[in-house]
C-alpha cells in the first residue's frame, strides 16, 4: 500500500510517462517513442485540492512541454515552445519570425511541396495580431501568417513536423495553467509502424532509450 501511494504521489507531482502517438513532432519524436515528463518544473496540481506546488522555473522558448490544448482539455499533447508573453511571431514561406528576426529552428522540418494554403481555423489570430498589420483582409495560412503578439499567461506551440502538425497556428494560444511538464528522456521507443509481429520487442530503437529531448 504505502508503494502505491509512493508511486501515485511521484506520478502525480513529480514525473509522469507519456507515449507519442502521432508524427507532428517527426524529426525529434517518433510515433512510438515513451518519454518521461518533469511535472515539478511548472509547479504540478495536486489532484482532488485544487492547489498547486510553486513553480521550480518558468518556460524557456525551446523547450518540448506536454500539455492539454484548449479544444481538447482532456488530451496531452507535446509541442515545442516557440513564443513568450510578449513575443511578437510571424510565419513567412515556412520561416517563423521571432521578434522581427528569422529564427534558427534546425529542430524544424518541412516535408510538404505541395503549396500553402489558407486557412478558415486561423482566423482567431486576427484578434491578436500587431496593431499595424490590423488594416486589410487578414488571410492567415499554414505556411504564412501573423505578426501577432503573445499575450501575458498564453504561450505558442509549435510541432517541428511543420507541414503535418496541427498546433497553435490553428487552435490558438495555450494558457499557462494548462503547461504540464518539460519533456526529458526516452525511456523506451519501437517502430510502430513496423509490419513485423511482435514490433514492441523486435523493433526497438535501441539507440534512442535514454536520450535527452532537445
Same mark, same amino acid.
Not at 507531482?13 to 507519442?20: D, T
Not at 502521432?22 to 495536486?46: C, H, Q, R, W
Not at 522555473?57 to 515552445?81: A, D, Q, T, W
Not at 509490419?195 to 535514454?210: A, C, Q, Y
Given at each position: ?7 501515485v504521489?511521484?506520478r502525480a ?5 507519456f507515449k ?16 518521461l ?7 504540478? =496540481?495536486?489532484?482532488?485540492? &485544487?492547489?498547486?506546488l #510553486?513553480?521550480?522555473s518558468e518556460p524557456?522558448r525551446?523547450? %518540448?512541454i506536454?500539455? +492539454? ?6 488530451k496531452?499533447?507535446v ?7 510578449g513575443?511578437t511571431?510571424?510565419m513567412r514561406?515556412?520561416?517563423l519570425?521571432l521578434?522581427?528576426?528569422?529564427m ?13 494554403a489558407v ?11 500587431? =496593431?499595424?498589420?490590423r488594416? &486589410?483582409?487578414?488571410? #492567415?495560412?499554414?505556411d504564412?501568417?501573423g505578426?501577432?503578439? %503573445?499575450?501575458?499567461e +498564453? ?10 502538425s ?7 494560444l495555450?494558457?499557462?495553467w ?5 519533456a ?5 521507443s519501437?517502430?510502430r509502424?513496423?509490419p513485423?509481429?511482435?514490433s ?5 530503437r535501441?539507440d534512442?532509450i535514454?536520450?535527452?529531448i532537445?
Amino acid at each position: 500500500v504505502l508503494a502505491l501511494v509512493i508511486l501515485v504521489v511521484i506520478r502525480a507531482l513529480v514525473v509522469e510517462a507519456f507515449k507519442i502517438p502521432t508524427s507532428s513532432m517527426e524529426g525529434t519524436l517518433l510515433a512510438g517513442d515513451f518519454l518521461l515528463v518533469n511535472k515539478a518544473v511548472y509547479g504540478a =496540481e495536486i489532484p482532488g485540492l &485544487g492547489l498547486t506546488l #510553486p513553480a521550480l522555473s518558468e518556460p524557456v522558448r525551446g523547450e %518540448v512541454i506536454v500539455f +492539454n490544448p484548449p479544444h481538447e482539455p482532456s488530451k496531452h499533447y507535446v509541442k515545442r515552445l516557440v513564443g513568450l508573453p510578449g513575443d511578437t511571431l510571424a510565419m513567412r514561406n515556412k520561416q517563423l519570425y521571432l521578434n522581427g528576426q528569422a529564427m534558427r529552428e534546425p529542430y524544424a522540418r518541412h516535408s510538404d511541396l505541395a503549396g500553402d494554403a489558407v486557412h478558415p481555423g486561423m482566423t482567431w489570430q486576427s484578434r491578436f495580431l500587431l =496593431e499595424s498589420s490590423r488594416r &486589410g483582409r487578414y488571410r #492567415p495560412s499554414r505556411d504564412n501568417w501573423g505578426p501577432l503578439v %503573445v499575450p501575458q499567461e +498564453n504561450y505558442f506551440m509549435l510541432g517541428d513536423n511543420r507541414d503535418f502538425s496541427l498546433d497553435s497556428r490553428y487552435w490558438g494560444l495555450v494558457e499557462a495553467w494548462r503547461l504540464e511538464g518539460r519533456a526529458m528522456f526516452f525511456y523506451f521507443s519501437y517502430d510502430r509502424d513496423s509490419p513485423e509481429r511482435l514490433s514492441w520487442i523486435r523493433e526497438v530503437r535501441w539507440d534512442r532509450i535514454g536520450r535527452r529531448i532537445r
